[in-house]
């Protein structure tokens, strides 16, 4: 059964991505067979609709959306800010984006194609098959969510680990809400196994875990970070949130996450939670280096003899800058 990555950083790994998937095309023998990308995501810096990490992705979006076209990606736009009032409905950037991604990417046969619950549309039968991938965006806001269904339907909807959903019945409303085709949880119900497993066949293919979450398990204050986050996406004056982790002074380490009770790694995807019929899981780090998601692309894609030759190609590209 084929697994789903939905990686980071649409607008702020660019560079990184347009090296990256020439060689998951070209050299799918490189990674393991049963995984595929199934978006990336993220958002542009001044973006008002933005939040969970403050956005700095400064790529062209005509060309970001390029790549994820000539690739059959579904691009998601990371619009969950949570604080959204009436008035910010009409920011002028966010809906120009919009317009933007709707459509979707489009992948000749013998591409790669993202999802496998994407509309497709064929050719003439005579011709190659193409895909049509639809995009996708991620949102907290309720009141952006009905905003953009409406005006621009052409979008599936996530509803964003910012919620912070830790109580597991809140957790199986929000998945049974036919708005959202994809649900990311909390880090900290990953493993309430018992309780996972009795989800329904249609619940868990809503399921996207997060997993490589660095925050500590025990935090408290989890969501006035990404209120605070989404105050400064906004424009509005702040101060910036403390955090109360004991290993705050640490920053993001890859060694760190790894020992984080809810870190989900490449062997529980495939022994764990594959065959209990979970499908998609997340990985974060739109505010990390390029170095960095590197890693995360090698760790949970590539197999092991030929993580070497991928570092090599991407180090090797002198147009990248990796820290």
Known sequence: MKIYYHLPGLFEFYDLYKAFLPLFREHREYFYDWCEIGSIYGAPNDC????????FGDAESRKVAELMKEYGISARLTFSNSLIRKEHLDDKKCNKLCEM???????NAGKMH??????????????????????GVIVHSDLLLNYIKTKYPGYYFVSSTTKVITDFEQFKAELDRDEFRYVVPDFRLNKQFDKLNALSSAQKQK????CNECCWF????????????SQKSLGENSEDH???????????????????????????????????????????????GSALILE????????????????????????????
């Open 48 to 55: 008002i609709w933005g939040g969970g990490r403050v956005g």
């Open 101 to 107: 991604f709707e459509s979707g990417a489009v992948s």
């Open 114 to 135: 993202a999802i496998q619950d994407a509309d497709k549309s064929r050719e003439n039968p005579d011709t190659k098959e193409m895909y049509t991938v639809q995009n």
């Open 207 to 210: 399921v996207e875990f997060l």
């Open 218 to 229: 025990g935090c408290y204050d989890r969501k006035k970070c990404y209120e605070n986050v």
């Open 242 to 288: 403390i955090c109360v982790s004991p290993m705050a002074q640490r920053g993001y380490r890859f060694s760190d996450a790894m020992k984080n009770p809810g870190f989900i790694g490449i062997e529980d995807i495939q022994d764990i939670y594959t065959p209990a019929g979970f499908r998609h899981f997340k990985i974060e780090g739109r505010s990390l």
């Open 296 to 323: 995360f692309l090698l760790y949970y894609m590539t197999k092991p003899e030929h993580q070497i030759k991928i570092r090599e190609e991407i180090y090797l590209d002198s147009s990248l800058d990796l820290f």
